[in-house]
């Protein structure tokens, strides 16, 4: 009989827990339920597709880069390939080439975020650190690496992220970057559009520089700020933000 | 042209088969040749066989891969032939393997031409600097060079050379007779690219009233800059950190609140029963 079951199941029913403790548990169970709430609507958006540390700056849309340092590409080929040729090295007159035609980049744009910084050519620093403008409001060009339109390299832009006096640079909102985000610049009368392919945030200590400022390999933009945990004493933060763009045209 | 006396070059010399070489070795050498004898077209022989042709004083050869050994180099007049008279003549130059090397046919002081090979300096140089050579090929006696009137390498003899690594830029560079301002050369225009190793040539012959710079640029020495130090404000930092606390209230606020709420009614609740 159900009841009967019923009741001999009552009696064999462990106690049940008292009205008190009912009564906080059920508001712990709505606490944590309405603070999980506030903390997932709170979240920040992922907009760029990875905002974490990674181990290195990876140059990953680059090919291997040729290590032989040396001199103009050699003539008497027998050491490019293999083949077999007694063709006389070309002998020219030892002089100076002119310098390159191309422009220095002078402005940035990013419409999407609403950015429009002046770039400013800029080179090293006393302490070896590349050098920056003074302002956030401006963009450094790393005067000794490739030019936009150049044929190989790295194009490196660096801004401030903020400065004392100054407060936040315009330069921040790169994070917000996107995959396929576009980055115009200018050098003159000539402007060359980029199409943003990552967004990443790197520990100083294991950003590659030599990759940063690359000067062989194909052409692409970076642009380079802060970000991270800011050291009060040392006036510095502890990562890199870097945005790496190809040129389309 | 005058027929003149062997000399004898000892520090390197070219490898004997490898104008018909195979394919390159880790010893290769790098070498570029440079003529710096002025009025003479000439041809270049390595052990017997034409390495170059109508060579004109002033120019340079691109770089050429060369096996390490040694070499018999000869210098005739253009269209003389492998037997014909030397101009210069160099027997058993050693070429060290992996060396990048520039050989150098110029005057002696006294004017008399002759081979020099230069072992050229690869070695990485910080960022922002290049490194500047300057070589004495001319027959002059010793010389100061400036940069920017300013005497950047002092008591300078021929054949030898003398370096340093600067700021990269373009400087006025001239010559003058050591310790003197008497200006034999320049001034010019000299630009010092960053990473570079500019290797600049006096030669000529100051009797002839000649004298003039050979530049050879050789790249690729770049170093990175140590950092990029981007950001000295915090306030990005600050406005994050106000952001989390921000939020973190709030989530401990909307839970005291539900939590309250709840305990509140059920309290309520068994009030009434």
Redesign the interface.
Same mark, same amino acid.
Request: aromatic share 6%; proline share 8%; glycine share 12%.
């Given at each position: 009989m159900p009841y009967e079951d019923d009741e001999r199941a009552g009696r064999h029913r462990p106690a049940r827990p008292s009205?008190p403790f009912r009564?906080?548990a059920?508001?712990?169970?709505?606490?944590?339920?309405?603070?999980g709430?506030?903390?997932w609507a709170?979240r920040s958006s992922d907009a760029a597709p990875t905002v974490g540390t990674s181990r290195s700056l990876d140059p990953s849309t680059s090919p291997a880069r040729s290590t032989s340092?040396?001199?103009?590409?050699?003539?008497?080929s027998?050491?490019?390939?293999?083949r $077999?040729?007694?063709e006389?090295?070309?002998?020219?007159?030892?002089?100076?080439?002119p310098?390159s035609a191309a422009a220095a980049p002078d402005r940035l744009t990013i419409r999407r975020l609403g950015v429009d910084m002046r770039i400013v050519p800029v080179? $090293?620093?006393r302490?070896?650190?590349?050098a920056?403008p003074g302002s956030?409001a401006t963009l450094g060009w790393?005067r000794?690496g490739p030019r936009p339109g150049e044929p190989a390299g790295a194009t490196v832009l660096?801004?401030?992220?903020?400065?004392?006096?100054?407060?936040?640079g315009p330069?921040?909102v790169v994070e917000e970057l996107r995959k396929g985000d576009v980055i115009t610049v200018s050098s003159g009368d000539t402007v060359r559009r980029y199409t943003v392919t990552s967004v990443r945030s790197v520990l100083?200590t294991s950003?590659d520089?030599?990759g940063?400022?690359a000067?062989d390999g194909p052409p692409v933009l970076h642009v380079?700020?802060?970000?991270?945990?800011?050291d009060?004493e040392k006036?510095?933060?502890d990562k890199?933000v870097v945005v790496t763009a190809e040129p389309t045209g | 042209m005058k027929s003149l006396r062997i000399a004898a070059v000892t520090a390197l010399a070219l490898a004997p088969a490898a104008l018909v070489a195979g394919p390159a070795h880790a010893a290769d050498a790098t070498v570029s040749i440079l003529h710096a004898v002025p009025g003479a077209t000439v041809d270049v022989y390595a052990n017997g066989k034409a390495l170059l042709t109508n060579f004109k004083p002033g120019t340079l050869t691109d770089p050429l891969m060369l096996p390490e050994g040694t070499y018999d180099l000869k210098v005739t007049a253009a269209g003389a032939g492998a037997g014909g008279a030397a101009v210069i003549e160099a027997k058993g130059v050693k070429v060290p393997g992996g060396a990048n090397v520039t050989v150098v046919a110029h005057l002696s002081e006294a004017g008399k031409p002759e081979l020099t090979p230069f072992v050229n300096d690869t070695s990485k140089v910080p960022a922002g600097k290049a490194r500047l050579t300057v070589r004495h090929t001319a027959a002059a006696p010793a010389v100061d060079v400036r940069a920017n009137g300013t005497v950047a390498l002092k008591g300078l003899t021929n054949p030898n050379e003398a370096k340093a690594v600067v700021d990269a830029g373009t400087i006025k560079a001239d010559v003058v007779l050591a310790g003197t301002s008497t200006v034999v050369i320049g001034p010019a225009d000299l630009t010092l690219k960053e990473g570079t190793n500019t290797i600049v040539y006096a030669w000529g012959s100051a009797a002839d009233k000649n004298l003039e710079l050979a530049v050879q640029t050789i790249s690729g020495m770049h170093s990175a800059p140590g950092g990029v130090p981007a950001g000295a404000g915090g306030q990005v930092a600050e406005a994050q950190q106000g952001a989390e606390a921000a939020r973190y209230a709030a989530i401990a606020g909307a839970g005291a609140l539900a939590g309250g709420l709840v305990l509140v009614r059920r309290r309520r609740a068994a009030a009434v029963r």
């Open positions: 009205r009564g906080v059920a508001a712990l169970a709505a606490a944590l339920l309405a603070g709430a506030t903390a709170t340092p040396v001199g103009a590409s050699p003539a008497a027998a050491s490019e390939s293999g $077999v040729t007694a006389p090295p070309a002998a020219r007159p030892a002089t100076q080439a310098a080179g $090293v620093a302490d070896g650190e590349m920056l956030p790393y000794y660096a801004a401030h992220l903020d400065m004392p006096g100054y407060g936040i330069i921040a100083k950003l520089l030599s940063l400022f000067r380079v700020t802060c970000g991270g945990d800011f009060r006036r510095r933060y890199n | -």
